[in-house]
């Protein structure tokens, strides 16, 4: 079946710019959630949406990260303003929920010039 | 944040040979862990699971061991081929968080 995918793979966009990430989850799965890897780190954590809601958004740097997930599947980063700071590999994962195993998707890389 | 950490950054192993990646963990409440593989330009790849009422899990050529005591984690990858040359990393869920060590690089010397 199909994994989490990610789009886009890549992209490159000016400081100050507004940008969106897509997250499309393993059908079924409840659990999703966002990360950010900067090189040569581990993922960190940003958010977890159980369903439509934001269960924890604690790791969200700052207002200008937003995440939704309207219907409870897709699920959209977005990032306002951006800083070249914000430059990492964003990546996303989905489970069944409670503590159980997460599956990854490939990453966005964003580059903030 | 919690402090996931590995010992070592980098680890060469000869093809054939069995790897050992250690990790250390602070949160005495955390009661799942995961090791996972990251190859170049890919997202994490679940490797091995284990909760924290076991202290021993095997699967498919690796092992996981956890000694509570003194909150330290370990993979085992037994007769270690090319293919298992990735970035290792351990993560810890306490709440809904997972928390994630740097990484240990590994590389398989053929």
């Known amino acids: 079946g199909a994994g989490v995918s990610q789009t886009p793979s890549n992209k490159v966009t000016e400081k100050g710019k507004y940008v969106e990430l897509r997250c499309d989850p393993i059908s079924g799965h409840t659990a999703l959630y966002w990360y950010r890897q900067s090189l040569g780190q581990g993922p960190e954590f940003l958010i977890y949406?159980?369903?439509?809601?934001?269960?924890?958004d604690s790791g969200l740097p700052n207002d200008r990260f937003f995440a939704v997930r309207p219907e409870g599947s897709v699920s959209t980063l977005k990032i306002q303003r951006t800083e070249r700071g914000d430059s990492a590999v964003y990546l996303c994962a989905s489970g069944v929920g409670g503590i159980n195993e997460q599956f990854f998707g490939p990453g966005t890389r964003l580059t903030v010039l | 944040g919690e402090n996931v950490g590995l010992h070592l950054p980098t680890l060469s192993v000869q093809e054939g040979d069995n790897s050992i990646i250690n990790c250390a963990y602070s949160?005495?409440?955390?009661?799942?862990f995961i090791w996972y593989k990251q190859e170049s330009g890919k997202g994490p790849q679940f490797i091995i699971d284990i909760r924290s009422n076991m202290d021993k899990r095997q699967g498919q050529r690796v092992t996981v061991l956890l000694n509570k005591t003194v909150k330290h984690l370990s993979l085992q990858i037994a007769a270690t081929q090319p293919g298992d040359s990735a970035v290792y990393f351990c993560?810890?869920?306490?709440?809904?968080?997972?928390?994630f060590g740097t990484g240990t690089s590994l590389t398989v010397i053929p």
């Open positions: 949160n005495s409440a955390s009661d799942y």
């Open positions: 949406f159980q369903g439509t809601g934001a269960a924890d």
């Open positions: 993560a810890e869920n306490t709440g809904n968080q997972f928390y």
